[in-house]
């Protein structure tokens, strides 16, 4: 997942391949799938929000939805290892549930577009490197200094910050990097600001408990 080869091994010998995935995934957050979730024991109104109030039953409280017990929930974590799990670059909580307001929407074409440009910049960036051509192809730090604009003063002094109060690993630390250059690609910025940072954070769970106890 991370060099983008695999190897497969015979009696006879061995034989290199490339292999660039784009891996994908999805799980249930515990074993019944309700953790994080509140209903109205009355009319079974669901809500993330457990102090928010049922239109019809607003003087009940929301219960909490989920049956499993905290060892259950952290035995299911423990489905996935640490270390296969920091291979996921992007990992967010989905729910139907979920009613908060998403701001604006974009159509497909617009999203498309601002893809399209994004990895036009990230070619023009990298074409002096056989190896790379996007920064998905960014193995480590060093090439991240060599190629993209470096981070205003500023914006480093943030960065160290988020890295200190998350206790941000070095591994990790590079690929918060690298997915605030995309984001920052995809905004058509010239060099990653603030809300750049906050959103990679945000989209790698860094901030998320439920991720964070999962290392």
């Not at 799980?27 to 928010?52: A, I, V």
């Not at 640490?82 to 979920?98: A, F, N, R």
């Not at 701001?103 to 990298?126: C, D, F, H, M, P």
């Amino acid at each position: 997942l991370s060099n983008g080869r695999i190897e497969v091994q015979r009696a006879v010998g061995s034989l290199e391949y490339p292999s660039s995935v784009i891996f994908v995934s999805a799980m249930n957050p515990c074993k019944c799938g309700w953790h994080f979730h509140y209903y109205c024991p009355s009319c079974n109104f669901t809500s993330l929000d457990q102090t928010q109030k049922c239109s019809k039953h607003p003087n009940i409280t929301l219960a909490k939805k989920c049956t499993c017990s905290k060892s259950q929930i952290e035995q299911y974590q423990k489905k996935i290892s640490g270390p296969m799990l920091d291979q996921i670059d992007l990992k967010v909580l989905l729910t139907s549930y979920d009613d908060t307001p998403q701001g604006q929407l974009y159509a497909s074409s617009t999203v498309k577009k601002e893809i399209l440009n994004a990895r036009k910049k990230q070619e023009r960036r990298y074409s002096q490197d056989s190896d790379v051509y996007c920064n998905g192809g960014l193995e480590a730090k060093a090439q991240f200094n060599k190629y993209c604009p470096a981070l205003e003063p500023t914006i480093a002094s943030y960065f160290r910050k988020v890295v200190k109060t998350l206790d941000i690993s070095p591994r990790l630390q590079d690929k918060t990097l690298f997915v605030s250059q995309t984001i920052s690609d995809l905004d058509g910025s010239a060099r990653i600001r603030k809300k750049h940072i906050v959103e990679a954070v945000n989209l790698m769970g860094l901030r998320s408990s439920y991720f964070r106890s999962m290392h």
